[in-house]
């Protein structure tokens, strides 16, 4: 089973920066791409960002232009740049790898890493 280890979360306050880390126990190279994921308590997960097999990204429209989605396939992580930070990113994010239809993951989730946003 595969492992997810997300981190880089922490505190910020609005306008700032974080860079979140996503490190796969196997290769992320042989998926269809990878994505980023967030959850506040009482929602449904959501989908902020994601990057194919083919380098393609596609971003959720309320973090256009502020976050940036990265992999680095020989060390099996994928990197979500967030800046401009905003109180409403307040969420766990989580990282999966693609599954074969829109909106399916292929793994286990992890732990997730949490950010908190002040205002």
């Known amino acids: 089973q595969v492992q997810l280890a997300e981190s880089g979360g922490g505190l910020v306050q609005a306008g700032g920066s974080l860079r979140l880390s996503c490190a796969a126990s196997?290769?992320?190279?042989?998926?269809?791409?990878m994505g980023w994921y967030r959850q506040v308590p009482g929602k449904t997960r959501e989908a902020v960002a994601e990057?194919?097999?083919?380098?393609?990204?596609n971003y959720a429209d309320f973090v256009k232009g502020r976050f940036t989605i990265s992999t680095d396939n020989a060390k099996n992580t994928v990197y979500l740049q967030m800046n401009r930070l905003e109180p409403e990113d307040t969420a766990v994010y989580y990282c999966n790898a693609l599954g074969q239809f829109p909106g399916q993951v292929a793994w286990r989730w992890g732990q997730g890493t949490q950010v908190t946003v002040s205002s």
């Open positions: 990057i194919t097999s083919g380098g393609s990204t």
């Open positions: 196997r290769s992320i190279t042989r998926t269809n791409g």
